[in-house]
């Protein structure tokens, strides 16, 4: 059986019929994920695969173009003095900085990713948030990170949700689209299920967790529904959907319990920077201590390490 | 069936102490510790190097809070545990005992701690007037050297003296604002972790001092080489072990702290020299005049 090239943005799904979320059965599984041993070369390596997939971010007002040519120097030069380091998959930063971080990266492969859409709320017109997001394309940026409007979600409004998603898809060109949901303001399983088959619907290349402005932020059992929900649109439609946990993950340990769950639930096509990332700003020096650790066999301090 | 034996006796679980928790060792080892007689008292937990990690974190944490309490506070905290452990003589006295140190000395023992407690808590508010300085410079500067701690200070305390020597270190340590890991006598561990309750009830915020059990042999080299460790303090002279205690500290600069045959019984063995030890100078020089 061949698979049937659908338009990217499908219709919209009864979202009232989708399988209700065994919230129990979940937790039971996110748990089992936390228990997996994995020692000395693995660990090596997955530390590594999670450095490459680090969308390194940096999303405050008090955010100035010093601070993010800054940010993206430490995109560039991880730590100098481990060999072998892959470097992250992005900086994300606001609209107004996508043209600095552009300048500051060059094309050394990192690229630049942008919130949009009147991050991270959402609350503005439909014209401001297609507005912004073709100018942070212009600007430069390769991938937009969207928030979806929660309160039209929330009140059932999926027609209203669902139409945005597509406009600023098409708004992006040729730019990667991920749809933040906001788990945190979602408030059960199933809306995440939901919210995640509607973005997936209307065209989402990545779907991701937070704004990382609410708590809670990525948690595992969140990012397990929404696992599941790109596995079951992929037997659906033959469509691959990246998946962005960000938010709460600083830990390096955390971190490879994510590459577990992700591993174990979509298999190795996705465990790659293409189809997985975190968004994160202090993980990366975490995981780099972590390497350090297991080059020099003793444990590191932050002090040592660049915090940008 | 006698009725005196109706009752089953309830043992203590002797458990560490991270972050102001008693989990076990992550580890799930333990050892047995045998009274001089050789029958089982307990089983200790032996802690693992990622127990010590996991307690560096918690002390890490821990630090920003408690080096910014004012010195009153923290005098304050210092005879509250004193209070505490006043009040628990007895148990401590009897769990000494039981570790094979006679009835006369465990006492004298306990007294010492309480009253060695006070003697630092007393320090918190005056060790600062007492060392820092304002310095003769031939500049127009106003120039003052004062004392911030150092940080994190890793401490392996003396085999011999389970109570007063534990606290002989603790003490001095946190009256300055440092946070502390504490690697208990491995021979007479039961008081460290009553202790440990004694603090856990007297406003000593989480993390603040953090005790493990375990192998001196297997836990030293983890003691002196973790980078965020801020200074290591030791007690005892096996052979070697003060050179590679310094070997491995070089790499971060800790400040080496030997406490080398010192009589913890003795008066000699609280000063306020003992809270400079873990302390750092800060000169400032402060531009005056024209």
New interface residues.
Partial sequence: MSVIALPIASALPDLKRITPVDEVGVNERVARFQTRSIKKESKIEALKTVLSMIDLTTLEGQDTPGKVRQLCQKAIHLHDSLPDLPHVAAVCVYPTMVGIARAALGDRGINVASVATAFPSGMSSRKIKLEETRTAVEEGADEIDMVISRGAFLQGDYHFVFDEIAAVKEACGDAHLKVILETGELGTLDHVRRASVLAMHAGADFIKTSTGKIQPAATMPVTFVMLKAIKDFYQETGRMVGMKPAGGISAAKLAVHYLVMLRETLGNAWMTPEWFRFGASSLANDVLMQLQKQATGVYQSADYFSKD | MAEASARVPVEKTYKIYIGGKFPRTESGRYFLLQDPKGAVIANICRGS?KDF?NA?VAARGAFAGWSAATAYLRGQILYRIAEMLEGRHDQFVAELVLQGVSKRKAKKEVDATVDRLIYYAGWADKYQQVFSSVNPVNSSHFNFSVLEPTGVVSMLVPDDSGLLGLVSNIAPAIVGGNTCVVLASESMPLCAISFAEVLHASDVPAGVVNILTGFREELTT?FA????VNAVVFCDSEVGVAKSIHIEAA??MKRVISRVDTRWTDDSAQSPYFVRDTQETKTTWHPIGG
């Avoid at chain 2, 080489?225 to 965020?228: A, V």
């Fill in positions: 190097r990690r560096v983890q080489s973790h980078m965020d790499d971060n």
